[in-house]
């Protein structure tokens, strides 16, 4: 077989990105997907360029069969829809989102008052939770690993999981402690911002132990969520991580905040085991120890200098920097793309960066270069902030396509952020 170079990205007219929806069918039949043996694709044609790129990249945005070659592809992208399966290992917990808070500037008002919102939703939340859901919406197989309590909530979010194609199998039942919980303040007059409020629950309860090793087989991706909330795990859990570098895994993190603001308790150290790296500004500052005045290009050289040496893949390692409502872009040692997201009615952004990751890592898993990769990331997160919560919104992978295509992509140098502060 001849190989073509790497299909790169999408082209497509624009498109309104709250029409993409209503004007996507969704597919009526499920898609096969064959698993890779181990890490991100690089063992699929897709990595080093489909035989039949020029025949699907003509094709209408769908899911469908070749017309070389009668496997399923999807048709704007022109790759098999063969993905390696993906562990993703973080919390679990519902998200109770209030929309509609009223604030004075960014002070909540208390003094035994009373307020009236927009509306209260409780849906499935925490970023692993709300990542492997979105890895499930784009048609690859994933597992979560995490621990619940024996309650109504630990039940609830195990309901929703599988309801979304997210095998929960994984997930340990402690009957000794509570699942947690998290509050989601959205303010009234800016629906981009929010207070979280959370009781860790059972997410303290992960430890080391429970990584082991049929465990880490099981997948050929390995993806950690909220680093700093395991604190029962976080010192140690680079000794898990090298383990599955070891089995052949490949790794990725999104750190998100840390509360103690501290960005210690094994981090530098877990970052020398991950591929990837999802960070938003102040997380990228405070993990490489850099202040406001450092130029952000400098700080994520710093990061990348502590991820592992390149190896056959030249897609790994990458930071992804999420930019809010200027998008995303990532950088390797030796590219950077930026992708601009499209504008929306937001309800609200819960998970918005959680979606991002999760399609992000199953398009890498089917072989995808990172231009096409990002389109799909920063579309599928943009298209999550149209309903309450981080699940509600997220879209099968033909709708984020469309709206995919019509994002701008360019190379870019570390640009500046439109993240709000925590």
């Known amino acids: 077989m001849t190989l073509n170079r790497p299909f790169d990205g999408v082209s497509g007219q624009a498109h309104d990105a709250d029409q993409v929806v209503r004007n996507v069918e969704r597919p009526s039949h499920s898609v096969p997907n064959r698993a890779d043996k181990r890490g991100l694709g690089t063992g699929s044609a897709v990595a080093a360029g489909d035989l039949h790129e020029d025949a699907n990249r003509r094709a209408v945005v769908g899911l469908g069969r070749c017309r070389v070659c009668h496997r399923h592809h999807d048709r704007r992208l022109g790759w098999p829809m063969t993905a390696s399966p993906i562990l993703v290992i973080g919390e679990l917990c519902p998200d109770i989102v209030v929309a509609g808070v009223p604030t004075d500037g960014r002070t909540l008002r208390f003094g035994q008052s009373e307020d009236l919102v927009a ?40 309901r929703w999981l599988t309801e979304r194609g997210v095998d929960a199998g994984p997930v340990r039942i402690d009957p000794t402690v509570r699942t947690g919980s998290s509050v989601i303040l959205v303010r009234a007059d800016d629906p981009g911002d929010r207070e979280i409020l959370t ?22 991706h390995v993806h950690v969520s909220s680093f700093f909330l395991h604190t029962g795990a ?49 997380e990228a500052r405070g993990l490489a120890g850099a202040d406001a005045s450092e130029p952000l290009a400098v700080v994520v050289m710093e990061l990348l200098a502590l991820m592992p040496r390149q190896g056959r893949d030249p897609r790994l390692p990458a930071v992804v920097l999420k930019l809010g409502a200027a998008g995303a872009s990532v950088h390797t040692r030796t590219d950077s793309w930026q992708v601009a997201a499209q504008e929306v009615t937001v309800a609200d952004t819960v998970g918005a960066g959680d979606t991002l990751a999760g399609t992000c890592l199953a398009l890498l898993a089917s072989g995808a270069a990172w231009p096409a990769t990002l389109q799909h ?12 919560g981080g699940t509600a919104g997220q879209q099968p992978l033909a709708v984020v396509a469309q709206l995919a295509a019509s994002l701008p992509l360019h190379h870019a140098d570390v640009p500046q952020s439109e993240e709000k502060p925590r």
């Open 377 to 388: 990331g920063v579309a599928a997160g943009t298209l999550s902030t149209r309903s309450p």
């Open 199 to 220: 009781d860790l629950g059972a997410m303290t309860a992960l430890t080391v132990a429970d990584l082991d090793d049929e465990l880490l087989t099981s997948a050929g």
């Open 119 to 158: 509306g209260t939703v409780m849906t499935l939340g925490s970023s692993a939770g709300i990542t492997a859901c979105a890895v499930a919406a784009a048609a690859t197989p994933v597992r979560l690993k995490a621990v619940r309590g024996d309650d109504e909530f630990g039940a609830a979010c195990h």
């Open 234 to 282: 976080s010192d140690d859990l680079h000794t898990r991580l090298r383990r599955a570098r070891e089995l052949g895994c490949t790794v990725s993190l999104d750190t998100n905040d840390d509360p103690d603001r501290l960005w210690g308790s094994g981090a530098r150290e877990a970052i020398g085991e991950f591929d990837v790296l999802f960070v938003n500004e102040s």
